[in-house]
């Protein structure tokens, strides 16, 4: 059993609203010093695998952010295999 | 300048019906190795501060997480200073 996190950010240059609300937010909260916020998903799964570092597993994984978890027009993603 | 990752998880026995949703999708597009599909939020930000493994920040982005980034209700954070 593989332990899989993937991390789903916008692509740079790309518009990122929601982070710009969570940064107009913290700096009427009054947090000042944060800037730069951008805002992506997390995913953790489940893989049943008994060879998690093998080059199919990874293959598996890319394919799964590909076809279904991220957006590549707009976002890139990236994943740990534990 | 010090880079924030912050990961936001739904609590444990909080149902989950994104990652439930996400799960089904992949079975139906025949990835049935894949189960406990878990989605949560990925925020990176930059704080300004000399300091960064300070207790000072480490309270602030506390309070950050608390106040507006997690709803502690029903979500856990995590977060890693670079």
């Known amino acids: 059993m593989a332990k899989v996190k993937i991390y789903i950010t916008p692509k740079k240059g790309v518009l ?3 982070g710009k609300t969570v940064e107009s937010a913290l700096h009427s909260l009054g ?3 944060v800037s730069g916020v951008h805002i ?3 995913i953790e799964l489940d893989l049943t695998t ?3 570092s093998h ?3 990874k293959k598996l994984i890319d394919e799964m952010c590909k076809k279904l978890l991220a957006n590549m027009v707009i976002e890139d993603y990236r994943y740990e295999v534990e």
Do not use: L, N, S, V
């Open 16 to 18: 990122d609203p929601q």
């Open 31 to 33: 947090y000042k010093k």
């Open 40 to 42: 992506g998903k997390y």
């Open 50 to 52: 008994d060879q998690p």
């Open 55 to 57: 080059p199919t597993t």
